[in-house]
C-alpha cells in the first residue's frame, strides 16, 4: 500500500496528507522524528526531512520527496478532483502562493514560532525565546493581513477554486492554531475560510492529530470557533 | 511586450530568464534594485520582489510573480520545448530538485555567500563577514557533493532530459559561479553538466550580464573553463 513518511505539525507533510485525501487516494502514515530521523529513513530520500511519500505503480515503487513535488504528482495522476484552477493564469497564481507559503511564510514565521515552541520543547533543548516568538509574531500578524486581503476578494486562496494554495494555506495556518497563535476575532475573512477548509473530509483527520508534550486549545478542532 | 522585472544576479530571476527563453518566447527585461524596488515594482506585486512577468494574452494584461509560478506558467503555455519530463515520476522529480533549490540551497548557501557578497557590496552595508562567508561555504561544498552525485549517474539533474530542475540549477551555479565560488577543478561532473548548459542559448545571454562594482572571473563566461 501506498506510504507517505510524516510529522503531524509539519506544515509541508500536512500539505501531502490534505493533497492526497482530496485525491482520495489511501495512504498509510508512518510518522517520523524530523529532529532525529531513522537511518532507513535516511536511505531512502536524499531530503532527511518528511515528507516523503512511498507509490506503488504497474512495475515498481517510487519514492516522492518534498511537498511541491508530492502535491503536484498527486495531481498529475488523474483529471479527478483537481488541485489546480483550469485556467492557466489562475494556475499560475495557485503556485504563487503555494511556493509563497513554502519559501516566505516558512521563513518568517515557521522558523520562529514552530522552530522555538515545537522543535526546542520536544527536543528538550530548553524554553521558547520571548525575542525570538516576538518577531515570528509580528511577521505573522503582516502575513495574515495580506491573506485577509486577499480573502476579502475571494472566495478561495487562489481565485474561484480550492486548490494548491489553499492546501498549503491549511496545512500552514492548521500548525500555528494547534499552538493557539492565531486570535480568530482579528481576522473575519481569513475565520471564514478557515471554517469551510476545516469542514472538508481531506481536512478534518489532521484536526484529530496529538503530539506527546504539547496540547491544542480547545476551539482547535471545532468547526465552530 | 511581454515584460520582465528582474535583477542580474538574482538566481529566481534568473531561473524566469531561462524559462521564458528555452520556450523561445520574447521579453522585455526591466532591471529592478531589490533592496530599493520603486513604488510602480511593489504596486504591480505583493511579492516586492523579482522576478515579476507581465505578460500580454488574449484580452487582458496578467502579472505573474515568482520564479516557480511563473517557470510553470511559461511551460503550461504549449507543449514545444518541454520543460518538464513526460513521465509522471521524473517529472515529480524535476519538481523535488526545482524546490529544493529554491528552498535549501537558497537558504543554506544564497542567504549566506550571495547576501554578504552583493547585497552588502552594492547596498554599502559594510565588508562581507568571513565567518558567515565560511559557513555558506561549508554548505555549499555539501550541496555541490550531493549534485555531482545526482550527475554520476544521471545526463540532467532530473534523468534523462532537461527540465526546469537544470534552469533552478543553471540559475543558482551561474550566480556562485560569477562570484568565483565554484572550483570546477574538483566537480568534473558538475563542470561536464555546466558545460552543456552555458553552451544553450536560453543560458548565453545571462554570462554577458554585468554588474557595476562586480566583476566576474575570466572564466565566467567562456564555455571552455
Keep these: ?11 509541508a507533510s500536512r500539505q501531502a496528507r490534505i493533497a492526497l485525501a482530496e485525491k482520495k487516494l489511501k495512504v498509510k502514515l508512518e510518522p517520523i522524528d524530523p529532529w532525529s530521523p531513522d537511518k532507513s529513513f535516511l536511505e531512502l530520500t536524499p531530503e532527511g526531512l518528511p515528507p516523503t511519500l512511498i507509490d506503488i505503480i504497474p512495475g515498481s515503487t517510487v519514492t516522492i520527496s518534498g511537498a511541491r513535488a508530492i502535491c503536484e504528482y498527486t495531481n498529475d495522476g488523474s483529471p479527478r478532483h483537481p488541485l489546480l484552477p483550469e485556467d492557466r493564469v489562475e494556475r499560475a497564481e495557485a503556485r504563487r502562493i503555494a511556493a509563497w507559503f513554502d519559501m516566505k511564510f516558512t521563513q518568517e514565521v515557521n522558523a520562529y514560532i514552530l522552530h522555538e515552541k515545537i522543535e526546542k520543547s520536544l527536543t528538550g533543548s530548553g524554553p521558547a525565546d520571548p525575542q525570538t516568538l516576538r518577531e515570528g509574531r509580528e511577521h505573522l500578524q503582516f502575513h ?4 485577509s486581503w486577499l480573502l476579502e476578494r475571494r472566495d478561495w486562496l487562489a481565485g474561484n ?14 500548525c500555528l492554531d494547534f499552538l493557539g ?3 480568530w476575532r482579528d481576522w473575519p475573512d481569513l475565520k471564514r475560510w478557515y471554517q469551510t477548509v476545516k469542514s472538508r473530509p481531506s481536512v478534518q483527520p489532521l484536526l484529530q492529530d496529538r503530539v506527546a508534550g504539547l496540547r491544542a486549545p480547545r476551539h482547535y478542532a471545532d468547526l465552530d470557533f
Design 144 to 147: 495574515l493581513t495580506y491573506l
Design 1 to 11: 500500500m501506498r506510504k507517505l513518511y510524516h510529522y503531524p505539525l509539519d506544515p
Design 181 to 183: 497563535e492565531i486570535k
Design 161 to 174: 477554486s480550492f486548490s494548491l494554495a489553499d492546501i498549503a494555506g491549511a496545512a500552514n495556518i492548521s
